[in-house]
């Protein structure tokens, strides 16, 4: 029997009980995929990461929902960066690589606010609509955009973000693409939430990996290259965007919640 440290972390946000949790394992070594996926089913979390620290210094890293494993994942991200910050004082710095985005550099900067440098995923415009996404919120949008990750339903306005009714069952048969819905805010600059029914859940509390589709759509909209957002789901989370070209920089704060082991 192996025993494992695990660790549940609260993302993007300072209040315990908030946020995205994500279960951070850190290993020596690569475990089986299968075994990977049981775990991340038995934490039946929206994701957790598994990252190994390979010869060069780097931190591999793969994140799996309850359902299946996944390309890209910010909130589990941060969650790791939170762990090894806290475990290992002295270092400021952290190089993630994760197969489908490559190299993530993130800082830990003063006040413990820590930040992720993505990839630009800047959405664009789609000349047809999926019948199951123009079918599947409760509320018309005003604008519908793509990119690799998501579709992006851009609404009129917070209170509609935050109405919205999605038929999840529509939803899922929209292949691998989740869906966000956005909108200019009243006290943040943009506000969002996020449903990925065929890839994790309903409802995703907070995704940090949308907002480099999510903030980059945003500054040019409101003509500003820093900008705080809120998911406005129920636990709800807030994340500190900043772009920069073919950068897009997302930061959060994280709460500690367990510390424990795993055997398998």
Request: proline residues 3%.
């Amino acid at each position: 029997m192996m025993k494992l440290k695990i660790y549940v972390v609260d993302a993007f946000t300072k209040d315990q009980f908030a946020g995205n949790q994500a279960a951070v394992v850190l290993l020596e070594d690569w475990l089986a995929t299968d075994a990977m996926q049981n775990i991340a089913s038995e934490n039946n979390l929206s994701e957790t990461a598994f990252v190994v620290c390979n010869s060069s210094g780097v931190f591999e890293i793969r994140w799996f929902s309850p359902i299946k494993e996944i390309d890209f994942c910010g909130h589990a991200t941060l969650a790791s960066a939170h762990v090894i910050f806290t475990n290992r004082k002295e270092v400021f710095e952290i190089k993630f690589w994760a197969k489908a985005v490559g190299t993530l550099t993130v800082k830990n900067t003063d006040g413990n606010l820590i930040e992720m440098a993505f990839p630009n995923r800047e959405p664009i415009e789609i000349a047809e609509v999926p019948a199951a996404l123009s079918n599947g919120l409760s509320i018309m949008p005003i604008a519908y955009l793509q990119n690799n990750q998501a579709y992006f339903a851009v609404m009129s306005n917070e209170e509609q973000v935050r109405s919205i009714v999605p038929d999840l069952e529509k939803l899922k048969t929209l292949d691998s693409l989740d869906v966000v819905v956005t909108a200019a805010g009243k006290d943040f600059d943009f506000v969002s939430r996020y449903f990925w029914p065929a890839n994790g859940g309903a409802e995703d509390p907070v995704t940090g990996s949308i907002h480099a589709g999510l903030a980059p759509y945003w500054a040019k909209k409101l003509n500003k290259s820093n900008l705080v957002a809120l998911q406005a789901s129920k636990r709800k989370g807030i994340l500190y965007c900043r772009v920069e070209s073919n950068t897009v920089f997302v930061a959060g704060y994280c709460v500690s919640y367990l510390e424990g082991y795993i055997r398998i």
